[in-house]
Nanobody, 122 residues
Framework: QVQLVESGGGLVQAGGSLRLSCAAS????????MGWHRQAPGKQRELVAV???????NYADSVKGRITISRDNAKNTVYLQMNSLGPEDTAVYYC????????????????WGQGTQVTVSS
């Protein structure tokens, strides 16, 4: 397993931007998949962005065009750049490491960070 620590959350006005970071305790270069999830109050945790080995990316429909996931293998860090934020993006954002077995629902997540709160005011 790998330990993950998220940072970069905070309070932002609607229309603003934030960049979240996820620092890993060891090399991420060979990790099959790294993902960002979020959980809003009263809702289930949902996957929003994934970057797989080879740097292929995939996004939930709700964030396409506004959010970009990237990785810096030299820094063992995964990023989530979020633009045009709205109140619906308010949630705790979690970083996870796992394995891809298939499509959007085909991931197994073995390691999780503690989460970072993102609050978007209207």
């Amino acid at each position: 397993q790998v330990q993950l620590v998220e940072s970069g959350g905070g309070l932002v006005q609607a229309g603003g931007s934030l960049r979240l970071s996820c620092a890993a305790s060891r090399s991420i270069a060979r990790l099959n998949a790294m993902g960002w999830h979020r959980q809003a109050p009263g809702k289930q945790r949902e996957l929003v962005a994934v970057i797989s080995i080879g740097d292929s990316t995939n996004y939930a429909d709700s964030v396409k065009g506004r959010i970009t996931i990237s990785r810096d293998n030299a820094k063992n860090t995964v990023y989530l750049q979020m633009n045009s934020l709205g109140p619906e993006d308010t949630a705790v954002y979690y970083c996870a490491a796992g394995t891809r077995f298939g499509g959007w629902s085909g991931y197994s997540w073995g390691s999780w960070g503690q989460g970072t709160q993102v609050t978007v005011s209207s």
